[in-house]
């Protein structure tokens, strides 16, 4: 029965599992294992990927310059379009050049997670344990899931991605050029619009902190969203046959609610990307934002217009 | 009792274990990443850019010498056969120069030899004609001797001659 209890919601797979807790206080969770087996993953294969990429030793001629191997290319692919095509038109070379470690880490790390929660290492462990001790338990494993459906582990990178974002605007614009950025420049501006900056002041303040807090529930949510919906789809089978609906109904829905949990995996696996992707990219938007470029951009495009005007 | 404690059914349970374990997980990850991973990723990247851009370069120098040899090569030609054109030129001019100053030697020379054996001639002519009239006078002398029978002396004898001579030259002139 508790099979049937278990199964029957579809957020089962979602969420945390807790392994060990110490006075009550959670310690150890599958999603934490998960993230640390991910985070080996990441490194171990980027890492495969590196030494594919790197140029090689003198004997090899001009074939030293050359990626071998096809999943060191399709790194290198990733990389390159991330850096030249999304990276540097946003941030601007020196930027890119600081800050392309910490985004792509990001990038892969995150991606790694949530590809990990599409394959079902939970699901496998916990057959594999009803299958050779006989128990009905079907929740004992140890790791498996996806740890970015964790709010508190999105949560944590989006700090990391505040607190760099913070300390480069410091940085970049210093402690005045940081309090002018806050009021939108409205202090050099007419002395009645110094009424609206604390109005201002309050809004970009908040600002500082929903940028990243947006981050971490966009990516939370996604990944919670995909996989209990397809909870919900293979639920329906199995709720069809416990409603009694015999094995031709049952069937069908089953064949039905399967084909599009198929579907809805390859939806889930662009969705794995295209989160690592923005989490990344926003961060990027982010601190290009508290750069001083954009300021001189702007006066550029100024000078651009004033010029175009004089020259009619 | 379930090792596995069942968490709350609720995926928005916030629990800061996973939370503080993601900030430690990504640094550690971040850290051997960016000493043993995108630095080699970056150098092979910046190496295959440079090495094309290198290429392209060389070869651009390459064309651009290849283009400045044939121009070089070309003007040497026109050059040449600019020369070439000048030395026919003045080689016909020469040889025609040659050639008259030739004719002009030849006929000079004609011109001289002509005279001289004019003069020659006109010498040879004078001695013939002076010795003619020595042995005219001799032998008119000996001549009017015999048939006079008598001796002329030799201021008759003179006279005569030169009248003789006289006449002779009057005929011969």
Redesign the interface.
């Known amino acids: 029965m508790s099979l049937l209890i ?1 199964e029957m ?1 579809p ?2 797979h ?6 060990w ?1 110490v006075g009550g ?5 599958t ?2 294992v998960t ?2 087996i991910a ?1 080996f993953v ?2 171990f294969l ?2 495969i ?3 594919a ?3 090689g030793p003198e004997t090899e001629g ?1 074939a030293r ?1 050359v ?1 071998k191997g096809k999943f060191a290319q399709l ?2 692919a990733m ?2 379009y991330l850096r030249n095509e999304m990276l540097l038109p946003v941030m601007g070379e020196h930027s890119t050049r600081k800050y ?3 985004l ?3 990038f ?2 995150i991606l790694t997670m949530n590809l990990f929660g599409i394959i079902p290492f939970a699901d496998m462990q916990a057959l594999l344990y009803v299958f050779f001790t006989g128990s009905d ?1 079907y ?2 494993y140890y790791f498996g899931g996806t ?1 970015t ?9 989006a ?2 991605s505040f607190v760099v974002i913070q300390v480069h605007g410091f940085r970049e614009l210093g402690v005045k050029g940081f309090l002018e950025h806050m009021t939108g420049g409205l202090i050099d501006g007419p002395i009645g619009l110094w009424l609206i900056v604390p109005i201002v002041f309050a809004v970009e303040i908040a600002g500082l902190f929903i940028k990243p807090a947006a981050l971490a529930i966009r990516l939370f949510a996604n990944m ?1 969203g995909g996989h ?1 919906m397809m909870g919900t789809l293979l639920l329906f089978g199995y709720m069809a046959f416990s409603g009694g609906l015999g094995l031709l109904g049952g069937g069908t829905i089953t064949l039905v609610s399967t084909i599009f949990t198929v579907m809805i995996s390859f939806l889930e696996i662009f969705v794995a990307f295209l989160q690592a992707f923005i989490f990344m990219f926003l961060t990027a938007v982010f601190i290009s934002l508290m750069s001083h470029e954009e300021h001189e951009l702007e006066l550029e495009e100024a000078e651009d217009a004033k010029a175009a005007v004089a020259g009619h | 009792m379930n090792p596995l404690v069942l968490a709350a059914d609720n995926p928005a349970a916030f629990n800061w274990m996973p939370g503080v374990t993601a900030i430690v997980v990504f640094l550690i990850v971040l850290v051997v990443l960016s000493l043993f991973v995108w630095p080699k990723i970056s150098k092979g990247l910046d190496d295959r850019n440079e090495k094309i851009l290198s290429e392209i370069k060389s070869a651009e120098e390459a064309r651009e010498q290849a283009k400045a040899a044939l121009a070089e090569y070309e003007r040497n030609l026109a050059e040449a056969r600019e020369e070439a054109n000048q030395m026919i030129q003045s080689a016909r001019a020469e040889a025609k120069r040659v050639a008259e100053d030739l004719k002009a030697k030849n006929e000079a020379e004609l011109a001289e030899r002509l005279k001289r054996a004019s003069h020659d001639i006109e010498t040879a002519k004078k001695a013939a004609i002076s010795q003619l009239h020595d042995s005219a006078a001799d032998l008119a002398a000996a001549v009017a001797g015999k048939i006079l029978d008598r001796e002329v002396n030799a201021a008759d004898q003179k006279q005569l001659v030169e009248e003789s001579l006289k006449e002779l030259s009057e005929h011969a002139v």
């Open positions: 278990a919601s957020t089962s979602v969420v945390d599992h807790v392994l807790s206080t959670p310690v150890l969770t999603q934490m993230m640390v985070g990441t490194v980027l890492w990927a590196s030494r990429i790197v140029t001009n310059f990626t790194i290198e990389v390159v392309l470690p910490y792509l880490s990001l892969f790390f338990n929740h004992h740890a459906a964790n709010i508190a582990i999105t949560c944590g990178l700090l990391i919670v209990t």
